[in-house]
């Protein structure tokens, strides 16, 4: 007599929970039962998901990356004359009403003659006899971030321009265009790269479950000849894939973890990306669950199309 | 009542598998089909499970035409027809219970229930020290008899087997008769495929002989 132990389900009860707990019970059976396949596919579905997270993981920093490097889009507007306390305080009030504007900074003629000192600082001689006069009053604007692309920037100084006093506004008209056209090519590569990433990952994992469930095609038969309504067929399988998916989902996100915190964590120092010296920072709460979503539907719409193919009951 | 009006069945592209056929199955009988490879004996017993359609011609079983059932009625026909398998279809990884289990959980049978039915079928035909083990520790009969208790676990109306005997020793060969002649003694209707004339001799039981595809010969009774 054999020792191997009898993997008994608990069986089929009436009513929804009663039939739910035993396509569960059942779906662990199989999934006992079939050990090395199922590791093959959570293996698969682990490594597919964890290239997708890197591959997020790099983009989300660097498109932050991009959006600090967008911080210095700064707008700085001219007046001829140094208003009064009383009329910069109107003015403020007129650049803020201007929609996109995020911060203003009004800097007097003596403001700007001491930041100009302190950046010529050891070559002060070439400022002699050069009084505050010289240098003149304006007002430095930061703008939010929905606002920082070209053509919102060039519409924002149109509208600065409209305010009586201001005579010359600089804002690095060139500088922003470049940045931009940047941005709309990361972005761009980053879709392609990602759309193809998702669809291989979905190749992958969807061709494996195909051939697991190819491997128990004997099983799906036998089910429908005993009389197994197709639910019934289906259910305990299309549990496996979502159990498996799952679990491959949860693999990867603390394979990802690890790599994160065992290696990536200060990459953002040492090549330099960061001059802040924060580090690379790890995905969102956000995409952590969205990696876990697409897992569990990975495993879900893999099974359910696989199966379509072997069930003709 | 298992009849067959006119019943011609055709795989692609080739030539006809059965042509013509007319058959009445009178409930409680036991039948056997004989004829070579090839005759046509595991197509029309598909046929008698809705496991193929015909091409032409009807096929009742109990007065309903199963070219009409929809695909959510063949599992509940399915359920009422135990069938033996000429491969065993025998689940490789589930132990001997989980395999004539099936049959009953596919019901939604409570699993004292299962057990003790499961049990007591499989004690009845000498496999009781074998409910744990896989179908490959088994020799070919006792694989053959698993394949038997899943079929007749739940009483089925009609018992269907395929070259039940093909593969095993005259010893075998008797005790797998008898329990056919058991479930047909309880009220189930048997019909066996079978191309080993021994088998059929002196067996008493009507024996319908088909060769390529069209029944040649129908007795009664054999021997």
Known sequence: MSKAKALRPKLAQ?????????????????????????????????????????????????????????????ITAYFDREP??????????RVKAIPGTSKVVFVS??????????????????LEGVSSEVLPASLEI????????????????????????????????????????????????GALLGGFLAIAVLFIVSNTIKLTIYARKDELELLGLVGATRIFIKAPFLIEGVLQGAAGALLSLALLGICYF??????????????????????????????????ILLGFIGSLTSLRRFINV | MIQLHNVGMSYQAETAALSDINLKIPKGDFVFLTGQSGAGKSTLLKLLYAGLTPTSGQVLIDGVNLSRLSRSQVPLLRRSIGVVFQDYKLLPNRTVLENVAITLEVLGWGKRDIGKKVYHILKSMG??????????????????????????????KILIADEPTGNLDEENKEQILAIFKEANIRGTTVVVATHDKRVTVNSHRRVIRLEKGRIVEASDVQG
């Open chain 1, 14 to 74: 009436e009513g929804f929970w009663g039939r739910l707990g035993y396509f569960f019970s059942r779906a662990l059976a199989n999934l006992r039962q079939n050990v090395f396949v199922s590791v093959v596919t959570v293996g698969t579905i682990t490594l597919a998901l964890l290239i997708a997270a890197l591959f997020l993981l790099v983009y989300v920093n660097l498109e932050g990356m991009a959006t600090s490097w967008s911080d210095k889009v700064q």
């Open chain 1, 84 to 93: 009064t306390p009383l009329a910069v305080a109107a003015l403020k009030g």
């Open chain 1, 109 to 126: 003629k003596q403001e700007a003659e001491v930041r100009l000192r302190s950046r010529l600082k050891g070559q002060e001689s070439l």
């Open chain 1, 142 to 189: 930061r703008l939010d971030r929905g606002h920082r692309e070209s053509t919102e920037v060039t519409r924002y100084v149109s509208a600065l321009k409209q305010i009586a006093g201001i005579t010359e506004v600089q804002y690095g008209e060139e500088w922003v265009q470049r940045f931009n056209t940047f941005m709309n090519f990361f972005r761009l590569v």
């Open chain 1, 262 to 295: 065992a290696l990536l964590h200060n990459a953002g120092n040492f090549l330099g990306l960061n001059p802040a010296g924060a580090g690379l920072c790890f995905l969102p709460a956000g995409h952590l669950a969205a990696i876990l979503c697409g897992g």
């Open chain 2, 127 to 156: 496999l009781e020290d074998k409910v744990n083990s896989t179908p490959l520790r088994l020799s070919g009969g006792e694989q053959q008899r698993v394949a038997l208790a899943r079929a007749l676990v739940n009483d089925p």
